[in-house]
């Protein structure tokens, strides 16, 4: 079945700083990866996804990129904010597969002021 | 996206008893999942919530201890049953609103003394 291994596990960054998180997939069928992110005390919340057919897609500050050949993808953060700070997981999924999203083990990431 | 309610938020429970969360959704929805996340960790789904027939349940999951409910197609419940320390975990319920994304909702806090 599907492994997703996910780096680095905790990221400081100063605030305007970049942050990148990458995570590779194995099953060449996944075709969806979504990232959430989970502050404390909260549910993860939906932050921004691609599909198989895109390579790169951006929202304000955030980007995601995917590279089906090597069967990695990766968040991007740019001009980071204190706000930004929270626990990230990368998911991958087969679309139309009942739903099944497996996760990486996360990333703290943290941006000190 | 959808607003998904859970209750409880959080309960202390004795170990040997029963705990069952409650999933409220504000729109109809086909497919709803149950997830665990315990303390530090990533996410596991622990079954998918089927309307009108029995859960289909994920590997190392069954249903005399995860009993599920779905009643119709904005509610679910998820039972831990017969708690034990190691059941200490966020419960969180999600919703696939058709177009293959995951959402979340603020997860129950369960802790087993």
């Known amino acids: 079945g599907e492994n997703v291994e996910q780096h680095p596990s905790t990221l400081s960054v100063q605030e305007g700083d970049s942050a990148v998180i990458k995570c590779t997939y194995s099953d060449s069928a996944s075709n969806y990866f979504p990232w959430y992110k989970q502050e404390l005390g909260k549910g993860p919340q939906l932050i921004i996804d691609?599909?198989?057919?895109?390579g790169e897609k951006k929202d304000q500050r955030i980007a995601v990129t995917l590279n089906k050949t090597a069967k990695h993808f990766s968040l991007h953060i740019t001009e980071t904010q204190p706000e930004d700070s929270a626990v990230y997981f990368c998911a991958a999924s087969i679309r139309g597969s009942q739903g099944n999203l497996i996760f990486g083990k996360g990333t703290k990431l943290s941006v000190k002021p | 996206s959808a607003v998904i309610s859970q209750k409880p938020s959080r309960d202390i429970c004795q170990r040997g008893t029963s705990l069952t969360i409650q999933c409220q959704v504000d729109?109809?929805?086909?497919?709803m999942f149950w997830y665990r996340q315990q303390p530090g960790q990533s996410l596991t789904l622990i079954a998918t919530a089927n309307q009108g027939s029995e859960a289909t349940y994920e590997s190392g999951f069954v249903i005399d201890k995860f009993p599920i409910s779905r009643p119709n197609l904005t509610f679910s419940t998820l039972t831990v049953s017969n708690l034990s320390p190691e059941d200490s975990s966020i419960y969180l319920c999600?919703?696939?609103?058709?177009?293959?994304?995951?959402?979340f909702g603020p997860g129950t806090r369960l802790t087993v003394t």
């Open positions: 691609i599909r198989s057919n895109v």
């Open positions: 999600s919703v696939d609103l058709g177009a293959g994304e995951q959402y």
């Open positions: 729109s109809q929805v086909t497919m």
